[in-house]
Nanobody, 126 residues
């Protein structure tokens, strides 16, 4: 059973930065498409960035491209999301996610995700 534990959320002013971390355990030698999703009340959970365990290729939605960076360290046991130039519309609960196998040359769909973290709140205010 894969366990994902996020940390690093908080409150920040517009234009500020935060780094989210996600520690993964229990995956053994399995490889995943690792991703970050976010969700605001009343809206569907949205995939915003993903990285392929096999190739380290990274994928982003346009809304975060150039501002957010997804990366991995520690033999792929820790996933990061560096968030710069934060905007109020980035306010959401952010979730770490794991989908078995390779990324589909894009961010995996919400329904394809096999494992979720518990989420961490990010609040951006002016």
């Amino acid at each position: 059973q894969v366990r994902l534990q996020e940390s690093g959320g908080g409150s920040v002013k517009t234009g500020g930065s935060l780094r989210l971390s996600c520690v993964a355990s229990g995956g053994g030698d399995s490889r995943f498409c690792m991703a970050w999703f976010r969700q605001v009340p009343g809206k569907e959970r949205e995939g915003i960035a993903a990285i392929d365990d096999y190739t380290s290729s990274a994928y982003y939605i346009d809304a975060v491209k150039g501002r957010f960076t997804i990366s991995q360290e520690n033999a792929k046991s820790t996933l990061y999301l560096q968030m710069n130039s934060l905007k109020e519309e980035d306010t959401a609960v952010y979730f770490c996610a794991a989908d078995y196998g390779r990324c589909p040359d894009n961010i995996p769909s919400r329904v394809a995700v096999n494992y979720w973290g518990q989420g961490t709140q990010v609040t951006v205010s002016s």
